[in-house]
């Protein structure tokens, strides 16, 4: 049998599918909680790669690290050891510094495992301080979906 590690299903939507392995789990047989932070990030890491690195690569944009600034879950069902699941990634609200990555995670079996929210900050690498979006990362993020924050 071939197992399923991670592989791109497709661009648009953004969609990466994974395999759940047997040493990810408990003796009881579901996913540990700490792995779905491997998922998750895992799964937006790859999207950055596919969607933001020419962007990142442009001058302006190698000066700028995304590092995760925070995340969020919602927890709908188990995972279990060879379960196979896809991991769908969009961008939602793009701050000033920051953006939202949004990923919503299920297979054929059950439409909706969890829901998870990460949050890059756009950081000076030399300095670990917090400094404005490039421009083109922002047009890029406008593009691919994302809603700029309304600032009051």
């Not at 896809?86 to 961008?91: A, F, G, P, R």
């Not at 421009?135 to 924050?149: D, F, H, I, K, Q």
């Amino acid at each position: 049998m071939i197992r399923v590690r991670d592989g791109l299903v497709s661009k648009n939507p953004f969609i990466v599918r994974r395999e759940v392995l047997w040493g990810e789990c408990d003796p009881a047989g579901v996913v540990y909680t700490p792995r779905f932070s491997d998922y998750a990030v895992g799964a937006a890491a790859f999207f950055q790669m596919e969607m933001l690195a020419d962007i990142l690569a442009m001058d302006g944009g190698r000066d700028v690290g995304l590092p995760v600034k925070g995340m969020t879950y919602s927890f709908e069902r188990f995972l279990k050891p060879y379960d196979v699941f896809e991991m769908q990634v969009s961008v939602g609200v793009i701050g000033k510094r920051t953006f939202e990555q949004r990923i919503e995670a299920g297979s054929v079996r059950e439409p909706v495992h969890f829901t998870c929210s990460v949050t890059r900050i756009c950081v000076d690498p030399r300095t670990a301080r917090a400094v404005p979006m490039p421009s083109p990362l922002r047009a890029r993020l406008v593009e691919l979906g994302g809603t700029e924050a309304k600032v009051a």
